[in-house]
């Protein structure tokens, strides 16, 4: 749960944006987007391999680079 304290001299505007900062920062509006429809294991299984693939890419590239 997230929680912001807003002073009194505060606008709300300000809270807002720390909280949404706050809640962006925990991961929350993440967790909300991925549980917002049903996922299949087989579809979970296939998209963390597609992460690891793009993340094995990108770390090969970066170790040609330097050589």
Known sequence: MTLVKVSSDESFEK???RFKKSCE???ILADIRRHE?????SERRKRKL???K???RRLIRLKERRG
Not at 37 to 41: L, S
Request: no cysteine; charged share 35%.
């Open 54 to 56: 793009r993340k094995m």
């Open 15 to 17: 809270a807002l944006r």
């Open 37 to 41: 429809h049903f996922e299949k294991p």
């Open 50 to 52: 597609n992460t690891a």
């Open 25 to 27: 920062k925990n991961g």
